[in-house]
T-cell receptor, first 119, second 115 residues
Framework: GAVVSQHPSRVICKSGTSVKIECRSL??????MFWYRQFPKKSLMLMAT?????????EQGVEKDKFLINHASLTLSTLTVTSAHPEDSSFYIC???????????????FGPGTRLTVL | AQKITQTQPGMFVQEKEAVTLDCTYD???????LFWYKQPSSGEMIFLIY??????QNATEGRYSLNFQKARKSANLVISASQLGDSAMYFC????????????FGQGTRLTINP
């Protein structure tokens, strides 16, 4: 299957700092990338959808100035948590999808996730 | 709007037995895809199986099969000959092929395989 990497896997930061999380599709071109947030023992909550070269579409209730998303290339999307606070502590997972033909078209592949802890 | 419902918060199964994880869905999209993902304690989401709404046959992938009953709007995952390594959270998800095409997840089922 397709591989999506995410970096860093774990980050601990002080309150007020900004944290950047990278998501890369390693063996396919991801025309669309998604960012999810997952609280302990809960399901995945979609935060935003980003298409390469255009602005991200944020879900209702997600602050776009707080969670900056950039999808600068067909293999890279970044999520920046600005001025992080303890309530931003969570597991963040990216996902990528290709528009090309084949099985990848209908399937979203997920990165391994980033566990953010804000002190 | 789309909705996925997984009614089993936890399942306990003896090793080597088959297990069925329930999933029902609701959508107004005429065509859609249904997915199952496995999430072990490490947190990664592992894609297991996909079923398209117009696929004539139920999907199978090794020990995984999807019992798709379109009229009942159910897409249950069947794991045959369960193994200890199957212990994990399992999420059912769907994506409509119109509009925003967002992947919507169910609440998840925690499966525990007992030796």
């Amino acid at each position: 299957g397709a591989v999506v990497s995410q970096h860093p896997s774990r980050v601990i930061c002080k309150s007020g700092t900004s944290v950047k999380i990278e998501c890369r599709s390693l063996d396919f071109q991801a025309t669309t990338m998604f960012w999810y947030r997952q609280f302990p023992k809960k399901s995945l909550m979609l935060m935003a959808t980003s298409n390469e070269g255009s602005k991200a579409t944020y879900e209702q209730g997600v602050e776009k100035d707080k969670f900056l998303i950039n999808h600068a290339s067909l293999t890279l999307s970044t999520l920046t948590v600005t001025s992080a606070h303890p309530e931003d502590s969570s597991f963040y997972i990216c996902s990528a999808r290709s528009r090309t033909s084949g099985i990848i078209t209908n399937t979203q592949y997920f990165g391994p996730g980033t566990r953010l802890t804000v002190l | 709007a789309q909705k996925i419902t997984q009614t089993q918060p936890g399942m306990f199964v003896q090793e080597k037995e088959a297990v069925t994880l329930d999933c029902t869905y609701d959508t107004s999209d005429p065509s859609y895809g249904l997915f199952w993902y496995k999430q072990p304690s490490s947190g990664e989401m592992i894609f297991l199986i996909y079923q398209g709404s117009y696929d004539q046959q139920n999907a199978t992938e090794g020990r995984y099969s999807l019992n798709f009953q379109k009229a009942r709007k159910s897409a249950n995952l069947v794991i045959s000959a369960s193994q200890l390594g199957d212990s994990a959270m399992y999420f059912c998800a769907m994506r409509g092929f119109q509009g925003a095409q967002k992947l919507v997840f169910g609440q998840g089922t925690r499966l525990t395989i007992n030796p």
